[in-house]
């Protein structure tokens, strides 16, 4: 059990650009979830992928988000044209069935110039 | 939509002294979790409390469940220095145990 990873650790860009994050989560985890934390708040959910199935997405997830788990193992969550707004930490977690604990990454922190 | 409410959202106390940290939800859970997260690091499962009346305890920390109050308190006993991080408390989703509804934490310091 290497546990979740998550690169990069850090993202800096310019205001418009597009960026890419990964995470490799836990090898036998089948159930896999992405969450942003802004500072000073505990996470909030974004997307849940059981294997390659995107099942739930919060209404956080704007249009110029965009998740995909195509093999049902590693995770990418895109953002375009990113803003202000998108700078955050953005956790990575996985589980093996509904309610069992979720296991996360260390995150991709974003900084938005 | 689910409501997950923590206090103190600050809390600093002694080495040695006990506290106990609240975490109110707004809606029907039978089930609540407890994350610890140290600066710049990822969230670590600490407890997972089942059902009502459920208590578990790790050291000098121990949490407990009240679903007809619907809330949950987590107690730090005879405080270490080790123990200072940010303390979250998480409920699934009613219909589905996938989306974890996180409180705004609990950021604790103890001082020597």
């Known amino acids: 059990d290497t546990g979740v990873s998550q690169d990069p650790r850090h993202k800096i860009t310019k205001r418009g650009q597009n960026v890419t994050f990964r995470c490799d989560p836990i090898s036998e985890h089948n159930r896999l979830y992405w969450y942003r934390q802004t500072l000073g708040q505990g996470p909030e959910f974004l997307t849940y992928f059981q294997n390659e199935a995107q099942l739930e997405k919060s209404r956080l997830l704007s249009d110029r988000f965009s998740a995909e788990r195509p093999k049902g193992s590693f995770s990418t969550l895109e953002i375009q044209r990113t803003e202000q707004g998108d700078s955050a930490m953005y956790l990575c977690?996985?589980?093996?069935?509904?309610?069992?604990?979720?296991?996360f990454g260390d995150g991709t922190r974003l900084s938005i110039l | 939509e689910l409501k997950v409410e923590q206090n103190p959202l600050f809390l600093s106390m002694q080495e040695g002294k006990n506290y106990t940290i609240y975490c109110n939800y707004s809606?029907?859970?039978?089930?609540l979790y407890w994350y610890r997260q140290d600066p710049g690091k990822s969230l670590e499962s600490l407890f997972v409390?089942?059902?009502?009346?459920a208590v578990k305890q790790e050291g000098r920390l121990m949490a407990s469940l009240d679903t007809k109050a619907r809330l949950s308190t987590l107690h730090i006993t005879a405080a270490v220095h080790d123990l200072s991080a940010t303390y979250f408390c998480a409920v699934p989703h009613r219909n589905t145990g996938n989306q974890f509804y996180f409180g705004t934490g609990t950021s604790l310091t103890v001082i020597p």
């Open positions: 977690a996985s589980s093996l069935r509904e309610y069992q604990p979720q296991h």
């Open positions: 809606t029907t859970s039978d089930r």
């Open positions: 409390l089942l059902s009502n009346g």
